[in-house]
């Protein structure tokens, strides 16, 4: 999400990290998942709507002090192994602390995709989002390959540039390391920004990320 720089709190060392933004929860992280997700076709009929609730009730205008609400959210993404951690959660803590935080697109460049292709095939064996967008632009037959969808990242990207507001990227912080949760087709758009652009993006803490399978 491009966003206008704000003041950091006083207790935060510009030099060391980037700009903390807000605190946030597990509740939040899911509905940033499936609304960003879901956004796209090729991944909305995964999605099963409880009876009586509808998309825009559950989604746009969620309700995160709905416990009822929540627990059906963190049901539907179930499909991605979440509340078992299992698929793309295996391993993944069950108790992370998230925050938003603000970063320099030349930051989102160090990045790195999570370990399973095909992006982390693209990118090669240091997985950085720069070493991504770079292939992505200099072999488009290997691209194809892969199983990528060139044309859409080539829509985000026009998006992106038409100033369009994205979902924001979910990363896990390990150690200096942020590898990408959700958003590895958007981390490849957002590489091709001018380096000093902004961005949000919901940061997850834990001392246990060495579980998780694809870190």
């Known amino acids: ?16 990290m980037p700009e903390y933004v807000r605190q946030s929860n597990e509740h939040e992280m899911v509905l940033e998942f499936i609304k960003a997700e879901s956004a796209s076709s090729q991944w909305l009929d995964n999605y099963k709507f409880s009876e009586g609730f509808s998309y825009e009730e559950l989604i746009p205008n ?46 989102i460049a160090d990045f790195k995709f999570a370990n399973y292709p095909p992006w982390s095939q693209l990118a090669g064996q240091g997985r950085l989002v720069r ?12 691209v194809v390959g892969l199983g990528i969808r060139v044309e859409k990242v080539n829509a985000v990207r026009e998006r992106l540039k038409s100033g369009v507001v994205l979902a924001r990227l979910i990363v896990a912080a390990i150690g200096a ?32 990320f060495k579980e998780w399978h694809f870190r």
């Open 1 to 16: 999400m491009l966003v206008k720089k704000a003041r950091a709190p006083a207790t935060e060392n510009r030099s060391d």
């Open 131 to 142: 070493d991504g967008a770079h292939a992505f632009d200099d072999d488009p037959n290997r």
């Open 177 to 208: 390391t942020y590898v990408i949760v959700e958003g590895q087709t958007r981390a490849m758009a957002f590489a091709s920004l001018p380096p000093d652009s902004e961005v949000e993006v919901l940061v997850g803490r834990a001392d246990d």
């Open 62 to 107: 969620a309700d995160l002090s709905d416990d009822y609400q929540n627990s059906i959210r963190s049901s539907m993404l179930n499909y991605r192994g979440y509340s078992t951690r299992s698929s793309l959660f295996a391993g993944f803590p069950l108790v992370v602390d998230w925050s938003f935080y603000r970063f320099k697109i030349a930051e």
